[in-house]
């Protein structure tokens, strides 16, 4: 026999969003999407702890949208993400790739055909100590445990 699967091979079709709280990460890419005439920066979080480590999310700014609101705090989250990182400006959405800071995560709730999901709802620097090169090391080497795949933000 060559393959035969176990209860340890087999992944879930869905992966529940991880619990409220603040969350460690790092920022694993980043790439601006247009549609419709609307623009948003996505970012992909990698969860660095306190738990959960491994785990992706990620974040969507509404860079240019009907909403005037939404723009606003898009704006206002990615203004507090450049404070963190020590950044005036940014050149490139590249430029926050690396970037290493806490989120608030909330959990939204299952609603039509989408699944329950992630939103962050604020960021912070780190306090006292950053993630040791363990802890970063260890959330890059390890295999995603749960996809949050959030739904389009357009």
């Given at each position: 026999m060559?393959?035969?699967?176990?209860?340890?091979?087999?992944?879930?079709?869905?992966?529940?969003?991880?619990?409220?709280?603040?969350?460690?990460f790092r920022v694993e890419n980043a790439e601006i999407k247009s549609r419709d005439g609307k623009e948003s920066?996505?970012?992909?979080?990698?969860?660095?702890?306190?738990?959960?480590?491994?785990?992706v999310i990620f974040a969507n700014f509404n860079l240019k949208h009907p909403s005037?609101?939404?723009v606003r705090i898009a704006r206002q989250q990615l203004a507090k993400l450049c404070e963190i990182a020590g950044k005036t400006a940014l050149v490139s959405e590249k430029e926050l790739i690396g970037v290493v800071a806490e989120a608030k995560v909330g959990v939204r709730p299952a609603?039509?055909?989408y699944?329950?999901?992630n939103d962050?709802?604020?960021y912070r620097k780190?306090?006292?100590?950053?993630?040791?090169?363990?802890?970063i090391a260890s959330a890059t080497a390890a295999a995603p445990v749960g996809f949050s795949d959030d739904e389009d933000p357009f």
């Open positions: 060559f393959f035969q699967p176990t209860e340890k091979d087999r992944v879930a079709d869905h992966f529940d969003p991880i619990p409220a709280g603040w969350y460690q920066l996505s970012l992909k979080l990698k969860i660095l702890g306190p738990s959960h480590a491994g785990r005037e609101d939404a609603s039509g055909n699944d329950a999901s962050v709802k604020a780190i306090e006292g100590a950053m993630p040791s090169a363990g802890a």
